[in-house]
Antibody, heavy 132, light 111 residues
């Protein structure tokens, strides 16, 4: 049974780096059918996709990442295959980065579109507060 | 600001049918990218309800159905139940943004 679990500090100061790790169990992070992504939700607000990474072990497609253009300059997503984990680093700016951060498995499209499609499994989410 | 627009709220009595619209544009739904729907119960992570416009994952009741036409998509809930009270989000891919986009979200209230 697939499980995803976020971990990391719950409090980050403005202008510092928010670092979260998602540990995946029940599936290999190197599967060619999935991306692995991050989504956040500010208190009382909607869902915002942050970015997703694809890692299949292929030299042509390893580490392919898609980032939300509004966050691209501040975000890095990476994979640690030895521990079956993927990570998020976000250079925080203000309290506006306070949110529940979810990691999720991002299924590859099954039709003519073969990029990252839907999120079929989610972690429980972790609240990160950005405050001095 | 989301590129997929949903009504903030919809409501219905138990047993009724409600629909939630998701309005996009020619760079997402109108371009033929699939639409997905999620249910988020209070205090929990979103759960996939519909994938590839009309398909339900195993375990999702057939009371939930998806459709799309042109630049819009819809989620219908028939036989509304109290446990359906939740927030619902649509999601697709946008070619202009080169990434995934979520709808603004709709709160369903069972009267």
């Amino acid at each position: 049974q697939l499980q995803l679990q976020e971990s990391g500090p719950g409090l980050v100061k403005p202008s510092e780096t928010l670092s979260l790790t998602c540990t995946v169990s029940g599936a290999s992070i190197s599967s060619s059918s999935f991306y692995w992504g991050w989504v956040r939700q500010s208190p009382g607000k909607g869902l915002q996709w942050i970015g997703s990474i694809f890692y299949s072990g292929s030299v042509y497609y390893s580490g392919t990442t898609y980032y939300n253009p509004s966050l691209r300059s501040r975000v890095t997503i990476s994979v640690d295959t030895s521990n079956n984990q993927f990570s998020l680093k976000l250079n925080t700016e203000t309290a506006a980065d306070t949110a529940v951060y979810y990691c999720a498995r991002h299924h590859v499209g099954s039709g003519w579109y073969r990029g990252p499609a839907y999120f079929d499994s989610w972690g429980q989410g972790t609240l990160v507060t950005v405050s001095s | 600001q989301s590129v997929l627009t949903q009504p903030p709220s919809v409501s219905g009595a138990p047993g009724q049918r409600v629909t939630i619209s998701c309005t996009g544009s020619s760079s997402n739904i109108g371009a033929g990218y699939d639409v997905y729907w999620y249910q988020q119960l209070p205090g929990t992570a979103p759960k996939l309800l519909i994938y590839d416009n009309t398909n339900r994952p195993s375990g999702v009741p057939d009371r939930f159905s998806g459709s799309n036409s042109g630049t819009s998509a819809s989620l219908a809930i028939t036989g509304l139940r109290t446990e359906d009270e939740a927030d619902y989000y649509c999601q697709s891919y946008d070619s202009t943004l080169s990434g995934s986009v979520f709808g603004t979200g709709t709160k369903v209230t069972v009267l």
